[in-house]
Structures are given as C-alpha cells and as structure tokens.
C-alpha cells in the first residue's frame, strides 16, 4: 500500500512537472490568446456559408482518395503475403522471423504524412506518391496481422491431413487456409478503411485526394471553399465509420 | 497368424522427457482383427498408436508396419500412408469446413497430387466419401460445417474420414472417450463393422475394459510404457485388469515428485 502511494505521488509529480516545463519553455502568451479571439470569429465567419460551388472538386477530390485507398490497399496486400509469411513463426525459423518482425515494427513506427512528404519529394506531386506512402505504411501492420493469422492457425487438422498422405499444398488449402481465411479477411477489411480514412489528407502534403482541395484554398485565402471540403471530408469519415459498424454486424 | 504390426524391443522418450513413454515394448497386432489397447491415462496408449502411423521420430527397437520397416528417423514415404489410417482422440477436424469436405480430405493421399491441390475429385473418391459417410449415419449432416455438430457427431465424421481413406490397418486413440456410455457402443460397434466390412485391421485404445471386451478380439494393457498383459477378449480377468488401474503406490519421496 505504502509503495503504491508513493508511486502515485512520483507520478503525479512527474506529470506536474512535465506541464511546468512546457509552459516556461514556450512562447505561450496569453495576450495573444485573448486577441486571438476576435480573429477567430472572423475566420469562421468567413467560412459561413460554405461555398457549394465546389461541389465539382469535391467529387473529383474524393474518388481519388478512394483510388488512392483503392491501389494503396492493394500494394500493401501484395507486400504482406511474402512478408507475412516470413514474419510467422510456423513458415520460417527464428533468423528470419525476427528480423523481419523487426523491421515491420520500424514502418509502423513511420508516421504516414512523413512517408508521403518523403514520396513527394522522390516522385513529384499527384496520387502516385500517395499510393506509394500508403503501401508503405500500412504493409507495416497488415504483414503483422497475416503472420499472426498464419500462427494462429491449429496444428492438428494439419497432422491428420499429412497422416492421410496428403502433400504440402494440399495441406496448405485444406487445413491451413480454411482456418486463416476468415481473420484475413477482417484485417484486410479493416486496413483498408484506415487507409481510407488516412488518404483524405495526403492531399495536404501535396499526395493526391481531396485533402489537396483544402490546402489549395487555404493557402489562396478561399476560406468559404475550404470549408466546404473540410465538411465534406467529415461528411466521408462519418459515413466511413458507419458502413464499418454495418459490416462488423453482418461479419462478427 | 500375419502381423499387421510388429513391435520389437521398442523404447520412446519424448523430447525433453527423462521417464520414457515407451519402454521395451514387443507386441503383435494380429492382421483382420481389433485389438484394444487398454490403459490408465499416460500409460503410453497415444504414443504408441502415433508411433505406429510414423509421426514420431528418435526411437529405438524394430517396428513393421503392413510388411514394412519403419524408419527412426525419417517420416515414411508419401503413397504408404494411406494404408494406415488414424482417428484422433481431438478429432483434428476443419472445423470451418464441412463435413463432405472434411471426410474428402481423407481422400487427398489417394488422390493424385495435381487433383488434390486443384480440389477436384474424381468420381472414385466422391463415391468413397459418400460411403462412408452413409455407414456412419452421418448423411444428412454432409452439407453442415463441422463447427455446428456435436461431439458424437463430430466422432462420426472422424470416422468417415478415416474410412474414405480405405485403410488396412486403422489406429483409433480412445474413439469414444468424448461419448456417453450409449453413444460409446454405436460408435465402437460402427467402427469395428465397417473395419471388418472392409477387411482392415483395428487397433484401438480405451479406458474401459468393458468395451475392450466386447468389441477386441485381443486385449493388450500398458501401463507406463510397458506391456503389461497381451491376453485374447475372453481371457481379460478382473485381477488383470484391477491391477493395471491400481492406483500409483505411494512411497515416500516418489508421491511428493509426482506432485511438484
Ligand atoms: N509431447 C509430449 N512431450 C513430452 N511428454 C509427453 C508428450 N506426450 C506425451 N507425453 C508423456 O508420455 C507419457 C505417455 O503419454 P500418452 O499420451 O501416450 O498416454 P496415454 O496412454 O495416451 O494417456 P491418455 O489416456 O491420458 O490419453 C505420459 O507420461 C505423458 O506425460
Ligand atoms: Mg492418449
């Protein structure tokens, strides 16, 4: 008990402190906070009404995010099949898996708009560097969950189909793929709507989709407009979000 | 009399085991006959019967399988596995399959290796499926997916998988130790008629020396790792078997090991 206080004492102090040392290290003026409010009245202000002649950009806008998610979602697929396998305990032994486990764990360390920004840079702007990004970042968790597929995969179907005299590819689609099938599935299903979700503002750093429109009118002062693909893109993530809440009830 | 199997001065350690499971065993399986394996739970019984499919590698002695030698250290060759056929105590099912497709996996040995990969079967082995799946009673259940059946139920497909793969020696580990005690009879009468239906050997294991009387021609008892009696059905006595279920005597020291 007594050590339990004193841990809770040791945190709240370090958490104290750490507050204490961001605001005496930064530039936070109150001043400029109080003032702020009437410019942020205004910019509001100018965002209502949202301008709905843009309807146009944000179709457009919007399909090539779904594109984006589309070609994206299917590259890093196609990276997690080799990958996973070589992640998994049951395909390969212990020199192969934890490296590449390793490695799989440092891409998803990368966040996603760095990983575009950098594709920008080496392939100029345009939805190609956003699929490339998406790829990237997303083989990092989706190579995880297959391998975890493939381990979690029962071993004795799979002794009693080689009792039975049955060959290694035999096993593979008889016993071994009829158990993995339906979690691949669901986490193929569920990457691709975080890939969904996290193309709507690749456009920012220049990376194709809809989140392009809002940086463009931004930057050109067009707040009105902007704010009508903002709403737009909330409008997507809800409807995201709902389609996915349906399809867990038909699935789980 | 032809052997089935023949078991010479046989001994199995497990893989980090300083006791082993095995130890000396001789023993012949009379060819055309069901023989029970009777024993106390970690008498040997899984171990032996996994033995004689050719799963387990490292051990010692001579073993003869349908004519054959098996070999310590190598799993046997592809096509001889079919002949040999093995109901798991777990069943080891697909559950997310169907019955039918689960009972056509026994074919997948017979098949040839382009036809069970591409999952087309030939008429033969849809023919073999279907029949066994009629003479376990289990036809009305063909289309339902295994996760959906009972444990009986569940205990007939493995069967019916078993026998789609037309063995001719078939190893059973405790076929009905998951059943109650009437199921246990059905299940244990339909194995041993469609084995001799089919002229293929039986050697099954059980806890219950009634049902090992009533359905085995012989009657071998283990008990750890050792043969303990090799007896014909009619011939089992009650001391025999009160014996090899006597509990592990309690000596000083080995009871308190046994508890750590
Ligand atoms: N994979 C394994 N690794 C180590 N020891 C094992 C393994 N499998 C079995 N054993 C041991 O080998 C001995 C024999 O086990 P086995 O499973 O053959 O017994 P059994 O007669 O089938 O028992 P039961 O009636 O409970 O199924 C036991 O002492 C058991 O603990
Ligand atoms: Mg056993």
Redesign the interface.
Known sequence: MRSRGFGGFAAGALVAGAVLWSFATTDVELSRLLSAGPRIADFVGRMVPPDPTVMNEIVKGSAETLRIAILGSLGAVLLSVPLGILASETMVSPPIYRPVRTLLAFIRAIPLILVAMLMVGAVGLGPLPGIIAIAFHATGMLAKFYAEAIDGV?R??I?????????P??RL???IW??M??VVARDTIFRFELNLRESLILGIVGAGGIGFYIQTYVRSFQYDKAASVTLAVIGLVVAIEAINITLQRRFC | MSAAAQIGDLSFFHPGASLPALDHVSLMVPAGESTALLGPSGAGKTTLLALLDGRLRGWRGRVSVLGAPLDPDHPPARASRPDVGFIFQEFALVERSSVLRNVLNGRLGRMSPLRAVVGSPAPRDLEAARAAIADCGIADLAERRVDSLSGGQRQRVAIARCLAQEPRLILADEPVSNLDPARAVEILTLLTGAAHARGATVLFSSHQPDLARRFADRIVGMRDGRIAFDVAAGDLSDVATADLYRETEALPGIGLRAMT
Do not use: D, I
């Open positions: 029962t004795a179907p002794a009693a189909l080689e009792s039975a005299g049955a060959g590819l035999a689609r008889y016993a009829p158990q099938a339906p």
